[in-house]
């Protein structure tokens, strides 16, 4: 037996709140956490904040139910990406129903499941539970998982969970494994001069692009070392440039060059490899820039290094889809990369699963269907079958 699911409409209230906030990565996010902490305040028995060094931007840890170990922790972020407005046939930060659909930045990631979330926590605070139920909520997932390792952090302070379900949209499909994510940003620095006379200048750009040719050489080894079973499509780890930014001039040797880059690995080993290349790669640009200017450089920074959601064969979080759903169910992998990778290494059996479809997020009129949220809803409305016996 299910708690009583919310009507639709309530859900649908709650979900036009939340998107309401323009909670972009990157900007705070405290005006949002303090308008869901004013709405599960009288259903908790524990909320815990954690924040950035600013203090603008919160993590929420939120607990139903007695302060013991073994509950659930329902898991998403509170930001989004960002918008640009005029390719968005309705106002972004608006919930708009057209027919069976909300549109809105965040409907799918992945407000629709923290509104989801928020529309059950009444009716599970009501029953007698002898298990707690989390809600866990980071900031700047979108931006470098900048909230989650402080959240992670503080989790000592609580009891701790027996699982995880991380709501990032997965179109209702279980997910036991994703890869990793690691991203960084790397700086050439070379010295200008005119064009005319390159030999007595050092190109950032030029030498920003063999370091770039470099990492794109690496493609061919890396689908050579993809696991024989890996579960993965693309089976192996991938590269990919997606910002490269330098120079003043066209009659300019240019002194700066940047580029925002990433990899997702399918193992650990593979970063491994693909720093250890690069640093080789990196030498020998180097020397040959220092010949001309003792000061060039080439620094890189770490945006984030999150590791995958490693596959597992058997696990609490699956027992618990199990339950929810009634039965056996297929268990996916996906391209993305989520929190619940975090949260396996932090010790928390983790799935993804969540309403929506992953390819509307991150683009102009996302959306999320209204029956995606009714039938999530209903799932996890069974989850007072696992935390009251
Ligand atoms: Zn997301």
Known sequence: MAVETPPIEELLGILDDLVAFDSVALTPNVDLVDHIVAYLRPHCTDIALTHDETGTKANLFATIGPAVDGGVMLAGHSDVVPVDADDWATPPFTATRVSDRVYGRGTADMKGFVACVLALVPRLASLDLVRPVHVALTFDEEDGFHGAPILIDSLGDHPRPSAAIVGEPTGLQVVGAHKGCYEYTTSVTGMNGHSSRPTEAVSAVHHATRWIGGLLDLGAELAGRAPADSRFEPPHTTTNVGVVGGGLARCTVAADCSFDW?????????????????????????????????????????????????????????????????????VGVVAYGTEAGLYQSAGIPSVVWGPGDIAVAHRPDEFVEVADLEACVAVLARLDEVLTA
């Open 262 to 330: 990433e990899m997702r690995p399918v193992q650990g080993t593979d970063a491994g490899f693909v720093k250890e290349r690069m640093a080789a790669v990196e030498a020998e640009l180097l020397a040959e820039m220092r010949i001309v200017h003792p000061g060039a450089s080439i620094e890189t920074e770490v945006v984030c290094e999150i590791d995958g959601l490693e596959w597992v064969e058997a696990s609490p979080a699956l027992d618990l889809m199990r339950t929810l759903l009634g039965g056996e169910t297929d």
